[in-house]
């Protein structure tokens, strides 16, 4: 899937779990939807976008939930 694509995508569930009073539990929830309805090459692909683009157009909130809780 082109990368653009799965980043906007990404942008537009963090934007959702954004308003989520607590952050922390915003970024398991963003990753655990990644996990759940994303497929595990759309995964691999978002990972290694943001390991070889640290500027990888990602909003903070989500880049942290990947970074942090994806695998």
């Known amino acids: 899937m082109n990368i653009e694509q799965l980043v906007k995508m ?3 569930i963090g934007d959702f779990f ?3 009073p607590d952050h922390e539990q915003a ?3 963003i990753a655990s939807h ?3 309805f994303w ?3 759309m995964r691999q692909q978002i990972l290694q976008h943001i ?3 640290p500027d990888s157009g ?3 909130l989500v ?3 990947i970074r942090e809780h994806l695998h």
């Open 10 to 12: 990404a942008n537009q």
């Open 18 to 20: 954004r308003s989520y």
């Open 27 to 29: 970024k398991k929830d």
């Open 34 to 36: 990644l996990q759940r």
């Open 39 to 41: 497929a595990p090459q």
């Open 51 to 53: 390991g070889e683009h």
């Open 58 to 60: 990602l909003n903070p």
């Open 63 to 65: 880049s942290s939930a």
